[in-house]
Structures are given as structure tokens and as C-alpha cells.
């Protein structure tokens, strides 16, 4: 058994979830992924992997290995990429997934200067609020926003922090009243952005009280675009991401409330795999947006 082999198509397996997907990714017959895992399992007196017709599963045994194989072949993988050109140019195809409010509030705008400063780059950015899966679905880097990022074997940059607003219509205040504290928010309409940590409930301190409201209303939306839109009809008051509304709040279209309380942040995090050397075109992305963005509060 080539053992270096044998653990590069494990963690193949696991990763792409597949022992056909794994095979073509390796250049390996399947039956040689096979093969190869079940002389690493003969060679540790472990079962691994649990297979059925339809689906793989890790054991106990299995998940604890592959934890541990992950950090080895990811310390080879650096040690030789290291021994390449230290000034390598970004080149080839950066495939990006960015929150769409995000992008096209901040990011777009900056996409350009990009560009122009790479040649030999391309972008391809593609638009999602979704937490997409980097390495299934071949993105080099995700931008997401978080108030909570989960726990991960990501590597996670913060970028730059968003303050938010409790904000709705003037013309919804004059109809149901402007609340003067957080629990008043319990009879208020509030639109809720589902894809935050906070959607159900929302938090504000000042000084040292917190208040944690349960928030209900009839509209549940996954787009910031879509809430504030909503937010600008008159339709409920939510909490929105300042940036956002800015110009709204400016113009009067939107009027921010319980503006002595301290409210939620949303943490905006370049996200790229771990598994690999850091590419010289992310790490151009990366870099570059921490110099744009400068991890500054914006609110």
C-alpha cells in the first residue's frame, strides 16, 4: 500500500462524498479507491467508512482519523508549495460567491479596480445568500456576513463590521406609534431577514442591560433588498444593516428608532478553505479587500 496514496483518496472520499466523484478527481479507477481504502482500513484494523449502495457515512473511528490526516497532508501541501515563486502572479479564474445585497451596495463598485490591478485574472462572482459549500462547489472564496460565524474548518478574514438601525416608514410610525423601548417591538409588524442569526429575536443593550425581544410579523423575507423595500412601502419596522439604508434615512424615506441602544453587528468574513496552500489569486482578493474595506466599523 502506498500510504501517502491511500490517505490522499480517504480524504478525497470524505470530502466529495463519493468514491466515484473521489476516483475522478485522483485520476483513479474506482476500483482503485477502493482498493486503496480497504488496505487503509486492513492497515489500521479500523473501519472507516460506513457504505451502502446509496450513501457514506463516517464511523467514530473514521472521523477522528480523517481529523487528524487532514492537518498532516494540509502541512506537505504547504511545506511544497512554499518552494514555488515567493512573488507568483494571481492569474487564471478567481471563483467568488457573495452575499447579493452585500455586493451590490459595497462590493460591485470595487470589482474594477480589482480587475485593472490583476490582468491576468478573471472574476467569476456569483451572487447567493446562501452558505454555499466551497469545495464542492469550486469556489476559490465566499464573503459572508454574520453575526455568529459558526464553528468551521474554514479559514475565516474578517473584512470590515456593519452597524445596524431599527428603522421603518414615517408614514408606518404615524399609524402605529413610534416605540420607545425595545419590548414595545412585541406589537409592532417586524419583517425579519431569515438568513441572520437574529431573525426571531433581537437584541439591544445600553449600559450594562440587554434586552433579548422575541419579534413576530406576517413577512419573512432572505433578501435585504427585498426587506428594505418593504420597510420603505410601509410595511413593519425591522433591523436593517446601516450601510444599507443610509441614503434612505438621509432623504427622510426611512426614519431609524431606540437610537440610545446599542444593537446588533453584523461581522462581513472572507472564507477559503484550509485544505490547500493559499493561492496566490485569493490571497490577491483577500488583500486587496482588507485594504479597501480596512476591517472599519460602517454605521
Not at 179 to 207: I, K
Not at 240 to 247: A, D, F, G, I, T
Request: aromatic content about 8%; glycine content about 6%; overall charge neutral.
Amino acid at each position: 500500500m502506498d500510504r501517502f496514496t491511500a490517505l490522499n483518496v480517504f480524504r478525497q472520499v470524505v470530502e466529495l462524498d463519493s468514491f466515484a466523484a473521489a476516483a475522478r478527481h485522483l485520476g483513479l479507477s474506482p476500483a482503485a479507491v477502493s482498493k486503496n481504502i480497504n488496505e487503509l482500513e486492513a492497515h489500521l484494523a479500523a473501519r472507516l467508512l460506513n457504505r451502502t449502495t446509496r450513501r457514506l457515512s463516517l464511523t467514530e473511528a473514521g472521523s477522528r482519523y480523517y481529523e487528524q490526516i487532514v492537518r498532516v497532508l494540509d502541512d506537505l501541501q504547504d511545506a511544497d508549495s512554499s518552494l514555488g515563486p515567493l512573488q507568483e502572479q494571481p492569474s487564471g479564474t478567481l471563483r467568488v460567491s457573495a452575499p447579493m445585497s452585500f455586493t451590490l451596495v459595497r462590493l460591485a463598485e470595487l470589482v474594477p479596480r480589482f480587475l485593472e490591478r490583476y490582468p491576468e485574472l478573471s472574476l467569476d462572482l456569483q451572487l447567493d445568500d446562501r452558505r454555499v459549500d466551497l469545495v464542492k462547489e469550486g469556489f476559490d472564496l465566499a464573503l459572508r456576513g454574520s453575526d455568529r460565524l459558526e464553528d468551521s474548518s474554514l479559514v475565516a478574514r474578517h473584512l470590515m463590521t456593519f452597524d445596524h438601525v431599527l428603522c421603518g416608514a414615517p408614514a408606518y410610525f404615524q399609524r402605529n406609534g413610534v416605540p420607545a423601548d425595545p419590548e414595545e417591538l412585541r406589537r409592532h409588524e417586524c419583517v425579519s431577514f431569515t438568513l441572520s442569526g437574529h431573525a426571531a429575536e433581537w437584541s439591544f443593550q445600553r449600559g450594562g442591560e440587554t434586552r433579548r425581544v422575541p419579534v413576530r410579523g406576517r413577512y419573512r423575507v432572505n433578501s435585504s433588498l427585498a426587506l428594505c423595500a418593504a420597510l420603505r412601502g410601509g410595511h413593519g419596522i425591522s433591523l436593517v444593516p446601516e450601510l444599507y439604508v443610509r441614503e434612505d434615512l438621509a432623504r427622510g424615506t426611512l426614519q431609524a428608532v431606540l437610537g440610545d441602544w446599542q444593537m446588533v453587528q453584523t461581522q462581513i468574513y472572507a472564507i477559503y478553505p484550509s485544505r490547500r496552500h493559499l493561492q496566490a489569486k485569493v490571497r490577491a482578493f483577500v488583500d486587496f479587500l482588507l485594504q479597501e474595506l480596512g476591517g472599519d466599523c460602517v454605521g
